[in-house]
């Protein structure tokens, strides 16, 4: 049965980082490409960053040029790395299999891991 499972994430502090990982089990990561999105309290479900296959990447708005998104098909594992966090990235982050490509429509995911951005 295919499995996402979320780690990494925790309490940090505003300007921090943290690195998340994303395993996959079940089914190979060479072909689907894997995004990350977030739920937060009182917040409509945010897609953050998708990777397809080949590498090619996307990042919603708010967490352009602060997150990278990156993937290891050899350890079945997708990264996103978050700089400068800010409170307002508090929340629950899931990573996703998104297809063939990044559609922000997610077929499974995980059960995610939670981000606190406090001081």
């Known amino acids: 049965q295919p499995q996402l499972v979320e780690s990494g994430g925790g309490l940090v502090q505003p300007g921090g980082s943290l690195t998340l990982s994303c395993v996959a089990s079940?089914?190979?990561?060479?072909?689907?490409?894997i995004g990350w999105f977030r739920r937060a309290p009182g917040k409509e479900r945010e897609s953050l960053s998708c990777?397809?296959?080949?590498?090619?990447?996307n990042y919603a708005d708010s967490v352009k040029g602060r997150f990278t998104i990156s993937r290891e098909n050899a350890n079945n594992t997708v990264f996103l790395r978050m700089n400068n966090l800010k409170p307002e990235d508090t929340g629950l982050y899931y990573c996703?299999?998104?297809?063939?490509?990044?559609?922000?429509?997610?077929?499974?995911w995980g059960r995610g891991t939670q981000v606190t951005v406090s001081s």
């Open positions: 990777i397809t296959s080949d590498g090619i990447t």
């Open positions: 996703g299999n998104e297809g063939l490509r990044c559609s922000g429509s997610f077929n499974f």
């Open positions: 079940g089914f190979s990561l060479d072909y689907p490409a």
